[in-house]
């Protein structure tokens, strides 16, 4: 006994809850949107060509996530405050120039993205969203945040790079639960002393700024694991940074630092440290305290020496001294036994200590540019050299090396020379002290970052990632939601033509 079918029984409805509409040209919603309205629940629309929303898109009260990115779109209508239900709004790369008032009704939004936009002042009312988390505002012109920024409770990701900012608001303290701040290329000449209170952050980048100092209050940051402060104007740091017991890394990058703090020794979780490009003069002895150290840059700057507590870093596995006044090097770098990249380009180095012999670990050696007329018959037991550079005119990684006896004194000397040595010895340059980095004073901060596109990824993709702040090198996201995409690519500080390595003339 078979039950038949029969053809004029009426089939039974399928529930729509996601419709993907990116990348099709439109110049409006389709229909198929407002057909599904009870049931529909993500509408994407990124990449067309929209200039207006239809009044029929707002009786989706189901609708949770809703993304308009990159189309051309000039004002959001007040109707979005009829979606009660949304959770993400995604409006980036639009011609926005403000938000209406009735977004407040969307009280359960948690992310919220408008960079790539065109305000320069966010509503007040936006403080009226309870639950908002992920707070995206990159690239959008903004010159103040509101006074009402601290009733965000819930936020915990901010981004507002690249914008006119030239402070942050006092309110910012309150924001309790804050994990991660991206307040890089503005204008920010102060940063607030409630900047300490924020409890919970983690991630804070604060790069390509105008901060000529940092607030006491810093200190207070006990839960800070990465801090970018490069490219501002930075004179001294305050001792309570060294407070700062959960920082992993800290970028100082192009500064105008001439010395470090001695509480830097407190930094004991630090791992990665970049001071290049600054004005400093010596390095604290505390230094060698940082066992967990394993990346150090401190190129361009006016070291004459390297302090010898340098060898209690155990951990280090690359340390870039180019372009400083050195003209030795401490004994106790060969105890560094962890160091496999070591770099020390355009120095006034005479000779290698013996020690370096000791650096079983060793890959890659830098010396070109200095005053060596040999070398220490030691580096013949590094296992695993693939590199020795003695010239920037070099045509292999790795020279061949010969044993000669030369006299010192009276006494007769192994070392190892090649075609390369004596190097040819650099002039110095004749400027006075406070003139020595006119060029890192009169140059403009680079207000720009440069990316190197992976193999995969065209270049139109970058651009329209443009808005994103950068993954971290060993890949950690640098901000935003943990399911949004990133730039999987690194950022390099562009040096300008006209910055010399400070020991050498042109």
Sequence with gaps: NKILSCACRPKKSVEIRTLDFRNQHLAEV?????????????????????????KELFCCRSLFKLSLSNNCLQCLPPSIGSLCNLGELSLKNNSLVELPDEIKACKYLHTLDLSGNLFEVLPEDISSLSHLANLTLNE??????????????????????GNKLRSLPACIGRLKSLERLDAGEN??????????ELQSLCDCWLD??????????????????FFDLSGNRIETLPHELGL???????????????CLPDTVDGLTGLAGLRLDANRLLQL????????????LNISSNLLACLPPTIGLLRQLQTLHADCNRLTELPSSIGSCSSLTILSLRANLLRFVPDEIGHLQELRVLNL??????????????????????????QTEPLPRLQPEDVLAGKAVLRVLTCYLLPQLPVPLATLREEDELDDFNSMERQRTVQFAVDGGESPSDAAEDRHLPKDLPDGRRRSGPPASPHPRSEWAWYVPSGMRCPCLSS
């Design 208 to 225: 390509k700024n105008r901060l000529s100092c940092l607030p006491a209050s810093i200190g207070q940051l006990t839960s800070l694991s």
């Design 140 to 161: 959008c012109s903004l010159r103040k945040l509101p006074n009402t920024l601290g009733r965000l409770g819930s936020l915990c990701v901010l981004e507002v790079r």
């Design 30 to 54: 389709p229909a198929d949107a407002f057909k599904n309205e009870a049931t529909l629940e993500v509408l994407l629309l990124d990449h067309n060509k929209l200039t207006e929303l239809r």
């Design 187 to 196: 204008e920010l000449e102060l940063l607030p002393e409630s900047f300490g």
């Design 284 to 295: 604290p002895q505390s230094i060698g305290r940082l066992s967990a150290l394993c990346d």
């Design 368 to 393: 070109s540019a200095n005053r060596l007329d040999c070398l220490p018959i030691s580096m013949l037991r590094l296992p695993d050299l693939q590199a020795l550079w003695l010239s920037d005119n």
């Design 244 to 258: 700062c017991a959960a920082l992993c890394d800290l970028n100082l990058s192009a500064n105008l630092l001439r």
